[in-house]
């Protein structure tokens, strides 16, 4: 039965902050998982560096999917927890206004996902993004948490303590990666220091866990966290550390990476931090967080070492966000740090608070720091990790990342207006972009390129999710924004309310971040949490009582809790086969390993596409060794055998992918491929099928260069050569720069009898790519063909 109190209408904040009883064991738990939630979740990746066996992972998404995991198991458990001893003794149930936004938005994801072009996708999200419909629930999860248990400003306080200190973590691996190497004396120096500290720090906090706990027991687990935290990352750089200096010793370099982690070839440039989210755009964003709330919890904060403490979270944030480079985030950032000077100067006016010593030498220290970083960037000459040309860049719209990105949003726009209302599904965009991608963006960005994601979070929903669906989003976020405004923006507060304005201000800066960025799980589901931070000051609490047989619901409670951590776990399990079947393994021991990916995820399309590709791996050598023993006279009928058998089970495995997901475009290019290399090494009438394909992949996108040049290897194998050499232009005109066509249209010529053009054509391709090999061959043939010509 529930029971409106007398707090049900709209109370102040403090109020709200003494509505709710003191915890149980039942809110503890919830509550540390919360505190776990901002920790953990940033710093979560599966790469575990000198604990890695071999240096492999534990998944082969490395990111995100460790994210999800914990993000999803944190909120099954907390929400279990709550809602067990809401039935078994009652209590108290805080509800917004928002909620309303929140519920109509929830059920739309849910009518769209049923209409969705993909439904698995749009409820998983995809592969290395996830941010399909269960995500979405978890973020109400997080949300809903938020409201009911940081109901007063000792927990917020404390719960905003502990993002700020996962987002300490983050910037010191950052600070790491932005390092790069040390001399390796000064390694060896670092390595007992970090020894001592990995023992010396747990135990510190560990007993001001114990201490500060009698007072309060809301702030211990955030010690005891910290403590386990700080032992595993003293240990995991120490380790790697160790490592690292016996690698340089037995190589004999003098420079040893002060990263633990041994990460190969990076996407993007060395020195950029992109420390536990794997690229710098998605760490950039994250960082918005604990920058805003560190600069609330530094001027509320009264005890002068934790105020130091909180200014050196912000200098490692401000250090670590533009050594990212990532210009969404420094506009977002900056957003924010406006939004925290309105805050503090409202908060001040007609206090005698005002900015200590300690407060103008952190800022002025900060402040030279940047500007350090700044000066020593703008003096290397590579566009991306120099400052001044990364902002400059902001509005030069016809060049780089801004015009591929300008391109990405057309094809976006064209999505939404073809299914406006209800949207495509949730997460989608990697498979629409192959229909909608303009060929302009095949020329700025290559054939390869191939968006998974919009660059802005608007047309990323509105394409997803209709414009209903955007709209409720926004809704959702602008009537959060508004109900906390009054308490945020409050004058005269002296500095008590910052909290509540870093929050609001770290919202609104991610908010205008993912206008020009990437919404990912890790970075996003603070969003949610601090928003359910902020609605506390404006919410109705209603009583609850116990529950009659609440213990049995608890029962069915606890099933489900078991039910959806086995599937969480299988989820993440799952990636660890998908792992070792592409990477660590090969033959039919790769087979096996990601068949039984599938097996234990079947909704996941990459898992299928890589079925075929083992496969096919298996049947490229031995079609091989058989045509080679037809060039020598020693047929084999017995391997043609094998290997088309083998070309089968891949056939079958890619014919099934597009069956599952008829709008994944690689499929058509690897499918098609396929026959092609059946018909040059066994049977030239396999390149039927390889056409047949190929023009499937087209009408799936038409401006795609791969599909077309497996098209016109098809078609040259047909000795329809006039052909091949219309599909050729197309993929060389879409990309300018497609090495392969290019040497293609030369044979395709010359066999076609076009022998100045093929000449022309040459002289261009070798004049750009001078050790072709194909296009040397090409070059021979054609001047034997003119020296000795052929007699009719």
Known sequence: MVKATSSSKRPSVASAATASPPMDLWDRITWTCLHLLVIVVPIAMSNLGPFSAYGVPLTYDQFDIAKVFFERGLLLVAVSSWLIGLLLRGGTVRFTRGEWLLIAFLAWLVLTTVL??????????KYRRFEGLISFLTYGAAFFMALQLADRPARMRSLARSLVAGGLLVTLYGTLQVIGTVDIAVARLLLPVAAVLTVLGPLALGYLG?????????IRPAYWIGAAILLFGGAFFSFGLARNIELAQQFGQIAVSVDPVQWGGLPFEPNRAFSTFGNPDLLGGYLIFPWAVSLGLALSERHPAWRSIYWVCALFNVFVGITSYVRGAWIGATISLLLMVVAYRRAQRGTQTRLSHTDWTFIGGTGLVALAVIVASSLRPDAVRNVLTRVISIFQFDQGSAQTRFFIWESARAAVAERPFFGWGADTFRLLFPMFKPAEYVAAAGYLSVADNVHNYPLQLASGIGIPGALLFYGLIAVA?????????????????????GLWAAVAGYVVHLMFGLSVTGSTIMMWLAMGMLLVPSSSVREVKPVAGGAIVAGLVLLVLLAGTYLNTRYIVAD????????????????AEIERAIELNPYNEMYRLELGVAWRDMFGPLAQQYAQGVMQGQEAPELATRALELHSRSAEAFEDVIAYAPQEYDTYVFLSNLHNQAASYI??????????????????????????????????????????????????????N????????AEALVKAGEHEEARETLAYVLGRYPDNAEAQATLRDLEASVTNPVAP
């Open 116 to 125: 969705s072009v993909h439904p698995p996708t749009a409820i998983f999200g």
């Open 210 to 218: 114990v201490i500060r706990g009698r007072l309060d027991e809301t």
């Open 576 to 591: 660890a086969h998908y792992l070792r079947g592409r990477v660590t393994t090969q033959g039919a021991t790769s087979v």
């Open 481 to 501: 924004l508004f109900l906390a405004a009054r308490a945020a923006f409050a004058e005269g507060t002296a500095g008590r309310n910052l909290v509540m304005s």
């Open 738 to 745: 497609y090495e392969q066509a290019w040497a293609m249209l």
């Open 683 to 736: 049977d030239v009438r396999y390149a039927e099928d390889a056409v047949r394909v190929a023009e499937r992949g087209i009408e799936i996108s038409e401006f795609g260069p791969a599909v077309r040049v497996q098209l016109a290897i098809g078609l040259l194998l047909l000795e329809r050569a006039d052909e091949a050499v219309t599909e050729l232009k197309v993929a060389t005109g879409l990309d300018p």
